[in-house]
């Protein structure tokens, strides 16, 4: 096999132009070419391939057997695995090299990585997952009312008017569900193109103040609003900033007890314009710290259904945020409040 000494050149070149890791074996499984992706596979410098055999290479029996079994039979073995030390998903590919009478001679084993197709299908199952059970826990409600009703509830004026009323709103929270998700799906699709304009965020955020108004004075909630006199434009798409601000605001209402302090502030830092919300509401634990901008993450699952929320609002908050090339931050202390922060670029 590659007796040739031009055969064997030119082999390395293309071999060494490819992405895949490629080995190649003689009959004795002995690693006679290695391309440089195997070898930063494996983690050996360059040439330490040459003359090993995959066994030796401590941690891929697996590997080792696929060839072995190949080497005897001739045959082609394909394989998804996680080749140690590095955490990535490699499809390995190993066939018979085979002479000119058909007699094996060799093996050549290929691995492409496949980690990022697989992250990518585990993520979409698991938001599937999760959109079946958000979907399903309002249906299942308005079902069991539906059914409530029926058996005789609504001969109950009172009984039926409240059962009505709880139909009433689980249809909202499915209607806002949809919503989310909707928005969600276009500015990840980049079907929704954010087209950033100067906008003053000081009338941006009057205006959310506005339509939040009665939330917050049925909460006799103080909100207040501290900008300096000559605050920058932000470059920004307006109908989203707005979207940004709605869900943060929302949030700083619906999880601060009622008598509570909001405050609004924004500044200029370097290039960018940055606006925090800072409640003194229930705040939030370390350990979730980090997941709330997560989709469908909450902290307290069934205070945040009972304020009509739908896990999704602070995911949509980092998507828009990110999307403009700006940043979102936030800090907690459980029973004092929460901080939440977006940057901006300025004008
Ligand atoms: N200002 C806040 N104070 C305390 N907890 C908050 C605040 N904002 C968000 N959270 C927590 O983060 C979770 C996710 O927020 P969000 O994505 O807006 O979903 P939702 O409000 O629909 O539950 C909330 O369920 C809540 O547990
Ligand atoms: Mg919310």
């Known amino acids: 096999m590659l007796s040739g000494t031009q055969d064997y050149q030119q082999m ?28 930063n596979l494996f983690l050996v410098r360059e040439g330490g391939l040459v003359g090993k055999r995959l066994n030796e290479l401590g941690y891929e029996s697996e590997i080792a057997n696929m060839v072995g079994e190949v080497l005897e039979r001739g045959n082609e073995v394909f394989i998804e695995t ?7 998903v490699y499809r390995v590919h190993v066939s018979a090299i085979k002479n000119e009478f058909n007699i094996i001679d060799g093996a050549i084993a290929v691995f492409h990585d496949v980690t990022d197709a697989r992250n990518f299908a585990q993520m979409r199952s698991e938001f599937v997952g999760n959109v079946s059970h958000e979907l399903r826990t309002p249906l299942t409600s308005i079902k069991g009312f539906v059914e409530t009703l029926l058996d005789g509830a609504m001969e109950n004026s009172t009984i039926c008017r409240r059962f009505l009323s709880i139909i009433d709103s689980e249809t909202d929270r499915l209607s806002r569900l949809i919503e989310d998700l909707l928005t969600l799906s276009a500015i990840e699709s980049k079907e929704r193109i954010v087209r950033p304009q100067p906008v003053c ?13 009665p939330q917050i004075s049925e909460k006799s909630l103080h909100v207040e609003y501290v900008y300096p006199d000559e605050l920058s434009l932000i470059l920004a798409d307006e109908d989203l900033l707005g979207q940004v601000l709605i869900n943060l605001l929302d949030n700083a ?35 979730s710290l980090p997941r709330v901008f997560e989709r469908f993450y909450r902290v307290d699952k069934a205070r945040s259904r009972n304020q009509g929320g739908t896990g999704l609002g602070l995911s949509i908050v980092k998507h828009i945020v990110e999307s403009h090339g700006g940043e979102v931050f936030v800090e907690s202390e459980v029973g004092q409040g929460s901080t939440f922060g977006v940057s901006f670029l300025a004008v």
């Open 12 to 39: 390395q070149t293309m071999m060494s132009s490819m992405i895949d890791a490629v080995l190649i074996c003689d009959i004795q499984g002995r690693i006679i070419m290695a391309n440089k992706a195997a070898e």
């Open 82 to 88: 996680i080749v140690n030390p590095s955490p990535q």
């Open 201 to 213: 965020l000081v009338r941006s955020i009057r205006g959310v103040m506005n339509i939040l108004g």
């Open 253 to 287: 209402i619906k999880y601060t007890p009622p008598g509570g302090n909001i405050m609004v502030r924004s500044r200029k830092k370097d290039s960018r314009v940055i606006t925090t919300i800072t409640d003194t509401g229930v705040g939030i634990p370390p350990e």
